[in-house]
């Protein structure tokens, strides 16, 4: 005969099953997920402080008088240190809203947790694509089409590559109203990045709060996409190294009736490509609308 079990409420929030939604969740909402690599040779292994390996940029395109040799350029590597460092973010639940609460408070509590931490490590990326040593100062203007291609340029490519602008959401209506802007909803297109508005200068745009606003102009990263169709091996522009993944907890604090699940993670994020990470700067006003 079975054994009588009394299901408690701290049962209701297991860490192994929120763990598994959370980083489940973290995934989804993660908007740097298609441009950067995840490592996790880290996992297990001592210490905090890692060193990385990145590409230099090979310089400038150069002329070429007719017959003459053009001069080659070395890649060159350099390395990088940075720290791996612990996120996290928790929540309180009371037994009554378990119990009688609006929809599913658990689910919830996964939901928001995850979009804490994936927010985190977006705004690292971000903060990882700033140090590119590829800049375009359009910073007299607001954003426009050819100050985005003046940045694209800057890659010095052959062969088109799939590239992303992200833009701030204060850009937004200053980029819809670009007449080289193919807005998606105007124009039928197949579009690599999940939430992506449109294109201009080949480039697929995504807004993101996470852009800087620095000393009156928004940075605005362009990122080529790690997929590449020349080859399979391609150092990617920005590596989120793991060091352990998402863990989540469940306290209970019985006296006043509550459960704190929380949920933290270890990781750092470095440019790992220096020349697949372009920055142009764009004014954040026009010089007749105030600053806020």
């Known amino acids: 005969m079975a054994e009588n079990q009394t299901t408690m409420l701290a ?40 060193t990385t390996a990145k590409y230099g940029y090979i310089g400038d395109a150069e002329e070429v008088a007719e017959g003459a040799k053009m001069g080659t350029a070395k890649l060159t590597t350099s390395t990088a240190n940075f720290t791996i460092k612990k996120v996290g973010k928790a929540v309180e639940i009371t037994d009554e809203a378990v119990l009688s609460g609006y929809g599913n408070p658990v689910d919830e509590a996964a939901s928001q947790l995850a979009k804490a931490i994936a927010s985190k490590i977006d705004r690292d990326c971000v903060e990882a694509a700033t140090k590119a040593k590829l800049v375009q100062d359009e910073s007299t203007h607001i954003i426009d089409y050819d100050g985005v291609v003046n940045a694209v340029d800057l890659f010095n490519e052959e062969t088109q590559s799939t590239k992303v602008l992200f833009v701030h959401s204060k850009q937004l209506t200053q980029i819809r109203k670009n007449p080289d802007f193919l807005d998606k909803n105007k124009y039928p297109m197949e579009l690599m990045m999940t939430g992506a508005i449109g294109m201009i200068a080949g480039c697929e745009v995504v807004v993101s709060n996470r852009v800087k606003l620095e000393k ?3 940075l605005n990263p362009i990122i080529k996409l790690t997929e590449d169709s020349e080859t399979e091996d391609e150092t990617a522009a920005i590596t989120i190294f793991l060091k352990r993944d998402t863990m989540a907890e469940n306290t209970r604090d019985a006296l006043a009736g509550k459960n704190i699940p929380s949920a933290t993670k270890h990781y750092g994020v470095a440019l790992t490509n220096e020349s697949k990470v372009a920055v142009v700067k764009f004014a954040a006003v026009t010089p007749e609308t105030p600053a806020e």
């Open 216 to 218: 009156g102009a928004y």
């Open 11 to 50: 049962d209701l929030i297991n860490p192994q099953v929120l763990a598994g939604m959370i980083s489940a969740k973290i995934g989804e909402k993660l908007l740097f997920a298609p441009l950067a690599k995840v490592d996790d040779t880290l996992v297990g292994v001592a210490g905090n402080t890692v």
